[in-house]
């Protein structure tokens, strides 16, 4: 007797549980409502009788969905906690017992097998609860459900378009993204592709499949991107809606070789880069390498639309000039796998001969006397660019002359006759939707060459891509091309064979490498 | 041994439908079949009278009525004609007695054995003065394992008496001290607590419904110890009662 009772005044007899025989094999327990223990009442009764042990399921593989009947499908990730809870809620007759616990058994995901274990707890015999574990098979079947079907029915009918785009005057991150594309299958669930102005629409039957596509592109370009819908139709009967979504992408307009003048802020919040850089690369986030120190920075998309600065200067406005004289190297710095070497070089743009210019460059390791580069002169170039306004204000020994890009190579490529290459890319089904803006063929021409230029120039480039072998090239040309003055090729070992290009795609390849 | 019996087809609650005692045995009348009636027969032929009869219109004589060597009560709902029959079939010592109690179920509210009985706590007085005359036994007001129907969780004979199951063993120490036999908390009919259905004794037999295992079987005659024989000697006199020198 506790103090507390002897305080209260309240007088309690003990109670000890005494002990009776379980009435089926004899073994002395504490009773209970069967008065069996629980061995004897779990052979004597099977509470999980009667309850579903295996189930059919439907699953849509178009967009991962279940079916939960009559109508509705639920999204759930393979053994997610929602997929358990429609797993359960999917059984009948459970409601006779106490669910207490439940658990998935571990299944290969193509097995097409779903295996949950559920513990339960009934009332069996007098009101004795027992408790017991077992398992339940769901068999998945596939089934389209029903805005995919009704997709696949009208296959043109497109819920969810992507339009990327991206604020420049060229196309070129558009080629290289459409490599990227085709090497990761990632706009195989496009129903259409669009080319526009400045972009390419994607439109895909499922806003899932557009989801995933833009999470693609967010791996491989930085980007910034807004959702919106749009109620297409209701239907008051079925209470069904209809909607179409619009993702608008924007791709970071700072593409590989711009030339750019860092705002103050950004450049201090970088450690006072630049901040007069180049970008040497775009991948989901941007490299910038500063020319005449050889320090560089990486933005992410985050960081880079903050600020959301543009290029000073752009591929397209990249000069010829003549190298005369490179001094050796002062300094040297690996960037992201690639070397640069810091120099003092001599020289003259191309189209003013006698006008001499001693620059740094970061290119002292591929440059010799007699060489051509490409880059930008600020020296004559009619600079509209604020930042590079206000940074040509702030510095005494005035803004370099010019700043070298690329070892440019066109005397040699002058020297090859034919242009046929020994290797080719795939390409996208786009359609040239030119009612928004004229697409100016020549232009277009011109730039895919330059792309194609740049991946020969450039093996990081093509890390990511898939090159293919084009039987229309002949084997003697391969020996001219690597005798080490020439332009840089693709090796032969880089190329895949065109095994699994189907012959109607090569048909259309192949037309549209004539046409280059 | 005790005896394994079943009342018509799948009923193995016996001691509903008949009242054993040292000197006398009632079975239900309304019995379908006669094998009801010949088990009890096989094991006390000869021994004891047996008594067919119902109860009013019912056939749960062993709930409706309560009865020891000495007398037998009997509810209101007893007929004249009934009464009337009992104490023409029954030894001439054996007092039958009707009763006013409104709890018309004795049989479920009474148990005893040929000295003490345990009653429900809210039995009439009056009804407890005719007990103690009737039968010759001391009255206890008790619940057993927190029931008040006594009579329905408990079966007692002069050596002996299994309890409701949950009984605390502090309980069932005060019960033991109480009748002054040993008590055992068991089950019949395979684990159901409720003992006086599925169980009759006197001091030498004991009839178990036809559910009851092995396990409780070999518990009922450890407690009971019911004899193989027919005991000649008890009709003569029983074990001569201690309590008898003892009041
Ligand atoms: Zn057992
Ligand atoms: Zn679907």
Redesign the pocket.
Known sequence: MSVMDQQSGMFKVQQTIGSVL?C??G?PMPPNAAN??V??LRSEVDITEGLQKSIQIFYCPECGCYLQPPKTWIKAQWESKELLTFCIKRLKNLNKVKLKNAEFVWTEPHSKRIKVKLTVQAEVLNGAVLEQSYPVEYTVRDNLCESCSRFQANPDQWVASVQLRQHVSHRRTFFYLEQLILRHDAASRAIRIQQVDQGIDFFFGNKSHANSFVEFLRKVVPIEYRQDQQLVSHDVKSSLYNYKYTYSVKICPICREDLVCLPQKVASGLGNLGPLVVCTKVSDNITLLDPRTLRCAFLDARQYWRSGFRSALTSRQLVKYFVFDVEPPVGEATVGGQKYALSYVQIARESDIGKMFYVQTHLGHILKPGDQALGYDIYGANVNDNEMEKYRLSVKNGLPEAILIKKCYDEHRERKQKKTRSWKVKKLPMEVDDSRGRVDPEKNEKEYEEFLRDLEENPELRFNISLYRNKDYQESETASMTDGEGAPSVPIEELLAELDLSAEEEEDDDEEDMAE | MAIRLQYDNNTCEIGVYSKLTNAYCLVSSTSGSTNFFSGFASKLRGVIPIVMTSIGESGTIGTLCVGKKNGLLLPHTTTDQQVQHLRDSLPDRVLVQRTEEPLCALGNAIACNDYFALVHPKLEKETEEIITDVLGVEVFRQTIANNELVGSYCSLSNKGGMVHPDTKVEEMEELASLVQVPLVAGTVNRGSPAISAGLTVNDWTAFCGSDTTSIELSVVNSIFKPIESHPDFVIGDLRKPFIDTYV
């Open positions: 379980c089926k094999c073994v069996m223990c061995n004897c």
